[in-house]
């Protein structure tokens, strides 16, 4: 056997192996919950029929297809709390993306102004709250934000309040801990951009009359627009689905998706209802993924 063929084989499975994963790990769990989405509630175990019966054969598998129905997702339609789920999820999403963004960017372009020796310990900085989990954080906010929490302790104290402020269970609180969490994601992948820029191209437009502001404008923000697009991406597709964040910190008058699913799974036991919700926000978040493709692709050709 040559030696071509021999590297031929792994560069093959290299090749497909993305495929194997989206096959295995998204379309073949997504057709299952696509299934019970169009299936019916039953007091059964599990908790919806049909349910397919490989062992009763060709008969008994068309007789369970022709008993899936679009009811669920009707029923989405009509009903006004999926309906102000998704509407409150997609707002918050967008508002905590743009707020990420411009704290973000500053950070992620200070970050990358540094010398080089500093960089590094910049970036540790920004990944340090990583190693403390997700939800002790989140904890850690509750007692910050609570009626006698240290935000309130040290607003009193500068005597900017004359008495303690509700933070807790308002859309604030909500804000902040999103915010606090999702920060790393928005500059992560502003840094990478605006670091590897050429620094060339700001002097060439400095020696063409441009201004520092100017040449912030018309040369560096249009070259970090990947990462402005990837660190949107990366923050608004899991804001969406947030459940942990707007379920502890924010107010129970509106809920978003998330807590929305966790209800109809856990309290309501309507798994394909909940099914419903899940695809319905999967085709909502596939869109941003396929404009950006789209506009990564325009900039390739344009190249």
């Known amino acids: 056997m040559s ?3 021999i590297f031929a084989r792994p560069a093959r499975f290299a090749a497909i192996a993305p495929y194997l994963w989206m096959v295995l790990f998204f379309l073949v769990p997504f057709g299952f919950v696509l299934k ?22 060709r008969e008994a598998i068309t007789a369970a297809l022709e008993q899936l129905s679009f009811d669920n997702f009707k029923l989405l339609v009509s009903d006004d709390l999926y309906i102000l789920s998704y509407l409150r999820s997609l707002t918050v999403a967008l508002v905590s993306t743009a707020i990420l963004l411009l ?16 960089q590094p310990v910049a970036m540790m900085l920004v990944i340090v709250p990583f190693w403390t989990s997700f939800l002790i954080r989140i904890y850690a906010w509750i007692n910050i934000l609570q009626h006698d929490g240290l935000l309130n302790t040290v607003l009193l104290k500068l005597h900017l309040v004359s008495a ?57 923000v249009p070259l970090s627009l990947p990462g402005v697009g990837a660190g949107a991406l990366l923050c608004f597709i899991p804001i969406v689905g947030e459940f942990v964040i707007p379920d ?22 309507d798994w394909p209802v909940a099914s419903a ?14 404009l950006y493709e789209r506009l990564q692709h325009r900039q390739l050709e344009a190249r």
Do not use: H
């Open 164 to 220: 303690p402020l509700v933070w807790l269970s308002t859309d604030s609180a909500m804000y902040i801990g999103i915010v606090y969490s999702y920060l790393p994601f928005m500059i992560l992948p502003l840094y990478a951009t605006l670091a590897k820029m050429d620094v060339s191209l700001l002097e060439a437009a400095a020696d063409l009359g441009a201004s520092p502001r100017q040449a912030f404008w018309q040369v560096t």
């Open 36 to 57: 019970i989405a169009l299936s019916q509630t039953a007091i059964a175990q599990p908790p919806y029929v049909p349910v397919f019966d490989f062992m009763g054969g």
């Open 277 to 290: 919700v899940a695809v319905v926000l999967l085709v909502l978040l596939v869109a941003p993924l396929l």
């Open 103 to 118: 704290i973000g960017y500053p950070i992620a372009y200070g970050m990358a102004r540094l010398p080089q020796r500093w």
């Open 248 to 269: 502890l910190l924010a107010g129970s008058d509106a809920m978003m998706i998330g807590q929305t699913l966790w209800l109809e799974f856990f309290t309501n036991k």
């Open 3 to 5: 030696a071509r063929r």
